[in-house]
């Protein structure tokens, strides 16, 4: 490293000048999301600068997606038994990992949707470990979202794997209004995280969900091995998603997958991320999801909800737990945050 | 479930009497519900909600995020 390179990574000084006064200027004012280049040069600021990023990324989120925060909930309906290898996943059928098949039934999919409505939430995602859905879980899918639909004020997501185009378009019939369906990672490190099958799979999925006119949910975890650089990249790759909401996981290493040996990542290094694929999509809904109670704790929880972060699900996860639901509603009572009314559009 | 016995780790299903547990413990306080049966180490049937868990061992039947929380 010459002297001038170090002295630009420690300020944050890149070729165009300061890169948090370059977004400043590009993302704040312009609303132009930052480059591959400026996203890493983002990850790459020193500790001593996250209060500013977070701080930019906030300001952010007020100025192109507003102070309301989108709340969710989430329910496996089927658990375990995947025939996908993704690593850091313990419901993989490949792995030896503690979880074990388990279906919901529909009277208690539409009891957790209930739940999930008390919290204030406007939407609720079905969620099945599966490479992609079969006739039975789409039979499934059918009569539960017509249950919560009937029963529920809410807005019903679905996370099914991979869809044809026929599925595709039964769910959008069927009045799903959110389809989410994870990249995960930098498509230059996926083939380290999934060998089952490929980024491009998932890619044209999001589009066949696309243009059927469901809302696209994609994002993936953080901490995977990947370097700044295909963070950087992934950060972009979902900018040109061009995604509603975009969940941020953070990596949970589970017994049995092949990450177990991989470490929780630390809150600062997360936060940073946070700042910085904010300033990648201004305007998407960035969710807090899996992984940031180990990660970042109570206090990192409000400093990313003051770092960019305009969503997160509340309650428990599909096979973790999360804080209670309770605590995330006053955190947000506390900032001062209203949450989401149904049929908003932020 | 009835007896409370924990001679088994709900994290690991190591034996709660041999080796460190701590980040077991740490795990099942934060993010995890139990999933080895801490009478016999069997791998339970876990399904986890929103606002709670269930887990179920084929031998000693089920127990709730509400009846844990009640002991």
Known sequence: MTA??????QTGQGTGGDILAVAREQVLERGEGLSEAQVLEVLRLPGERLTEALALAHEVRMRWCGPDVEVEGIVSLKTGGCPEDCHFCSQSGLFDSPVRAAWLDKDRLVEAAKQTAKTGATEFCIVAAVRGPDEKLMEQI??????????VDINVACSLGMLTQAQVDELAAMGVHRYNHNLETAR???????????WEERWETLQMVRAAGMEVCCG??????????????????LAELEPDEVPMNFLIPNPGTPFAHLDVPQGPDALMTI?????????TVLRFAGGRELTLGDLGAEQGMLGGVNAIIVGNY???????????????DSLKMPIKALNDTL | MTATVSTYCSFCGGEAA????????????LIDPPRYC??????????????????????????????????
């Open chain 1, 142 to 151: 059918r009569a539960g979202v017509a249950a919560i639909r009937a029963e």
């Open chain 2, 18 to 29: 041999t080796g460190d547990h701590d980040r077991c413990r740490a795990r099942l306080s």
């Open chain 1, 220 to 237: 993936g975890i953080v901490g995977m091995g990947e370097t700044l650089e295909q963070r950087a990249e992934f950060a972009v790759q």
């Open chain 1, 318 to 332: 599909l096979t973790n737990l999360g804080r209670p639901a309770e605590q995330d509603l006053e955190m947000l």
């Open chain 1, 188 to 198: 230059s490190h996926f083939p380290e995280v999934v060998t089952t099958h490929t």
């Open chain 1, 275 to 283: 700042a910085a694929f904010r300033l990648a999509m201004p305007r």
């Open chain 2, 38 to 71: 801490p009478e016999c180490a069997r791998r339970m049937v876990v399904q986890v909600d929103p606002m709670g868990w269930t887990a179920r061992c084929s031998r000693h039947g089920e127990t709730t995020s509400a009846s844990r929380a009640q002991r």
């Open chain 1, 4 to 9: 001038s390179t170090g002295t630009a990574r």
